[in-house]
């Protein structure tokens, strides 16, 4: 009958938080341990600090001074008014300033802390003045009330909270308000120092402009002294100079269009004047002179027009030399000379009359010229004067706006006001702030907690033993084939005992264990079942020898006629398990001193036999690589159906190894929670390189009561509940 296979490590499925929670039952130990001693000493470390008190003061910060003046000035520097209160930077920095070692030192300079021991924590003084200054120097004051204080604005408002811890209440109710005070009193200080200083700057101002005052206001009486400004103003001679061009321009105006007339008249008369001789019977040129000259022309004209008409009748009736008709002549040569003296006498006029106007157009330019000059002068000097007297204006503004400056400064500082007051003064608060054991206990358990939390964990993260069929598996890369509990029998004086744990226990968690591994093995392989295996381990002292007698108990229990070979030469141990003589062994039959059928033993268990180790040759490794030893392991294959080789561990000695190549598989032992994965690798790696089979690996010493191998033994436990094979010593399989 077939045992059934364990389940897996995570059949059903379970969680992380079933991994977690195993990793904690696994190390509750250790958890427990951390735990009580981080919380114990966060606790212990609390509750012995000494109580500490907290009170606090509150300041209002108005936005600008309190104006007790009609229309006072503020002061030069602001200290904390108006449209600065807005800004971040201005908040912070009156926090800083409270916080300052200035605000500090006048609370320790008042209150004299300086030589307070207690305030200063340094026990009781000396009972020398000059031990106690020395003490007492020690300790800075100022940095330790900083250090005691903290600021903290109120959100939205103008308000700041100052607290104060100390050892007593009192005090520390004493503190706030007195380095509220301080602060209303480092403000004053600043702004009298600021008005201070404000002040011998404004007077040293006054008196440069004052005298700058002086003598601007005598640059302009000079000014108007050098040029004659006294008696009549700027004004008024710019206003003179103004009729004088107007009329002057108006004037010349008038004369320039007269002689413009009289220029085309005279033009007109001695163009008539050239052309008189040609067209004297023309009237035209006569009347388009009009006037008085016009008609006497034309008078002469007609005049000699009849004279000519009458020559020429005479001509029709005398000859040219008679009397009358020279006469004739005589008379119209006469009328013509008379005509052209008149038109001289017109052009000579007309010309005469032009060159007077020409006279006085000039006459009247320059004039005009010269006023234009005199204005440009006069305008000129009303613009120096008017900068002279800008200058003179300015400077008076200046002086005066110095002045009333000066005054309002000295006036606002008699004014002992401050735009910081207190709203809520502080009150002793007799509840201490620290230790807060509630919180501090809170801590310690949240504390002591996460450190056992995580130094389980972490505790975990660097087990590197193999411990699970994972780390089989995955790990070391082989087969699992089995769990083996731990034999419950302490102490070497029971070593036999724990050998044969087995064969006096069938219905033990072990036995079926073996059973189990028995059932694994044979299947690995059920065409061909293995005939020869070598069970070895990484390393001494994992109980591979136990392993290979339990595991030889239950194949010969199940019928096999099986044959256990102690080839561990190093330390044989299977003769003295079973209680025969070991003098006649395996070497024995290697080097011909013994046969086979001498050197091995029955035991009580029907069908197993043993081969003891023998005489230890001095290099067991080389005996078995002659072909006597394979020989040897031949005969015993043609007489027994299993052969199970005890072999030394494989990372000790290379017998393992060589062993290997001759049978047909390999089995590891490893103790559970022990073996080092880097031992099992090594040794796995040292047989894959000679190419031998490895079975798999069994763990080995297991605990029953680790929550990781419950679901094996519930498995173990439901079969032999089923079949009846609970065991009544242990009260269970597995």
Avoid at 184 to 199: F, G, I, P, S
Wanted: glycine share 6%; with cysteine; charged share 25%.
């Amino acid at each position: 009958m077939d045992i059934p296979s364990p389940p897996p490590a995570n059949a059903g499925g379970s969680s992380d938080l079933r991994t977690y929670l195993l990793v904690l039952w696994r190390r509750r130990w250790l958890v427990g341990v951390t735990f009580l001693v981080v919380f114990a000493a966060v606790a212990f470390q609390s509750l012995r600090q000494p109580k500490v008190y907290e009170s606090s003061t509150s300041l209002i910060i108005d936005t600008a001074q309190p104006q007790f003046l009609d229309g006072q000035v503020k002061e030069v520097l602001d200290t904390g008014a108006g449209a600065y209160w807005s800004s971040r930077e201005y908040g912070e920095t009156q926090q800083k300033v409270i916080l300052s070692r200035a605000v500090a030192q006048r609370v320790v300079e008042k209150l004299g802390l300086g030589h307070d021991p207690a305030f200063l924590g340094t026990g009781k003084p000396p009972s020398t003045p000059a031990a106690r200054e020395a003490q007492y120097g020690a300790v800075d004051a100022a940095s330790l009330l900083q250090n005691r204080t903290s600021v903290a604005p109120v959100r939205d408002s103008r308000i700041i909270k100052i607290t104060v811890t100390d050892a007593a209440p009192e005090r520390a109710a004493l503190l706030a308000n007195e380095l509220a005070a301080a602060y209303v009193e480092e403000n004053l200080a600043l702004r009298l120092r600021t008005t201070e200083t404000a002040t011998r700057w404004l007077e040293d101002r006054k008196a440069e402009l004052e005298e700058k005052n002086k003598a601007s206001e005598t640059a302009v009486y000079e000014f108007q002294k050098s040029q004659d400004m006294l008696t009549a103003s700027a004004q008024d001679r710019a206003s003179m100079v103004s009729l004088r061009l107007n009329t002057y321009n108006t004037a010349l105006t008038d004369v320039r269009t007269k002689v413009a007339g009289l220029k085309a008249h005279v033009d007109a008369l001695r163009k008539i004047r050239s052309e008189v001789g040609k067209s004297e019977e023309n009237g035209v040129w006569a009347s388009a002179l009009g006037g008085a000259d016009g008609e006497l022309l034309q008078q002469l004209r007609m005049r000699y027009l009849t004279d000519k008409a009458e020559c020429a009748a005479l001509s029709a009736r005398y000859l040219s030399d008679h009397p009358k008709l020279a006469a004739c002549n005589d008379k119209a040569a006469a009328t013509r000379n008379s005509l052209l003296t008149a038109l001289d006498s017109s052009v000579n006029g007309a010309a005469a009359e032009l060159y007077e106007g020409q006279l006085k157009e000039r006459n009247l330019a320059g004039l005009l010229d010269e006023a234009k000059a005199e204005a440009y002068l006069v305008n000129g000097k009303q613009i120096e004067l008017e900068q002279l007297r800008r200058e003179a204006e300015n400077d008076r503004r200046l002086y005066d706006l110095v002045l009333k400056r000066l005054k309002d400064i000295e006036l606002s500082g008699l004014l002992r006001t401050s735009n910081a007051r207190v709203l809520d003064a502080a009150r002793p608060d007799m509840a201490p702030v620290q230790p807060r054991v509630a919180r501090s206990l809170f801590y310690a358990l949240a504390l002591g907690l996460a450190a056992a939390l995580g130094l389980a964990f972490l505790r975990e993260q660097f087990d590197t033993s193999v411990s699970t069929q994972a780390d089989v598996e995955h790990r070391i890369g082989i087969p699992f084939l089995g769990f083996l509990p731990r034999i419950p029998v302490a102490g070497d004086e029971h070593l036999i005992d724990r050998d044969l744990y087995v064969l006096h226990h069938p219905r033990s968690g072990l036995a079926e264990a073996c059973r189990a591994l028995r059932t694994n093995l044979l299947f690995m392989s059920p065409d061909e079942p293995f005939r020869t295996m070598v069970v070895t381990s990484s390393a001494p002292r994992e109980g591979k020898t136990t392993t290979v007698i339990s595991l030889g108990i239950a194949m010969a229990q199940s019928g096999s006629r099986l044959l256990l070979i102690d080839s561990d030469m190093r330390r044989p141990r299977l003769n003295k398990a079973f209680g025969v003589s070991g003098e006649v062994g395996l070497s024995s039959v290697v080097v011909g001193d013994a046969t086979l059928a001498d050197a091995i033993k029955s035991t009580e268990v029907p069908g197993l036999f043993i081969l003891p180790c023998g005489p230890v040759p001095p290099n067991p490794a080389e005996m078995f690589h002659t072909k006597a030893f394979a020989g040897v392991l031949e005969t015993a294959r043609a007489q027994f159906d299993r052969i199970l080789l005890d072999s030394p561990p494989v990372n000790a000695v290379s017998d393992a190894v060589v062993l290997s190549t001759l049978v047909d598989g390999v089995t590891l032992v490893l103790k559970g929670g022990v073996t080092n994965r880097a031992y099992a690798q090594r040794a796995v790696r040292a047989l894959r390189d000679v190419k031998a089979r490895i079975f798999g690996a069994t763990l080995n010493d297991i605990d029953s009561g680790d929550p990781r191998y419950g679901d094996y033994y519930y498995a173990y436990r439901q079969y032999g509940q089923a079949y009846g094979l609970a065991d009544s010593k242990d009260g269970h399989v597995g």
